[in-house]
């Protein structure tokens, strides 16, 4: 009876030493992914900034009222956005 506790003690230890190595492998992937992915969207945040500040982008009037008037912008990298501008 003595040797199928000990059995079963080492191999639950077994089970939980590989069960956490997978998972602090999953955490370390899922945090270098979002940390890539995250850094691409602020790159291209920060590119599309530039272009409405040196004004690389196509305008176009969507909606004009007396009191507002709705542009849609669309930047050189394909990023559209609107502009509403009040009166």
């Known amino acids: 009876m003595k040797i199928y506790s000990l059995i079963l003690i080492f191999s639950l ?20 992914y979002n940390n890539r992915i995250f850094i691409e969207n ?24 007396d009191s507002a008037t709705l542009i849609k912008i669309t930047f050189n990298n394909n990023i559209e956005g609107i502009i509403i501008q009040e009166e």
């Open 42 to 65: 602020i790159n291209l945040i920060n590119e599309t900034e530039n272009l409405f500040y040196i004004k690389g982008y196509a305008s176009k009037t969507i909606y004009n009222t």
């Open 13 to 32: 230890i077994i089970v939980g030493i590989v069960f956490n190595l997978f998972m602090l492998n999953y955490i370390y992937k899922k945090t270098i």
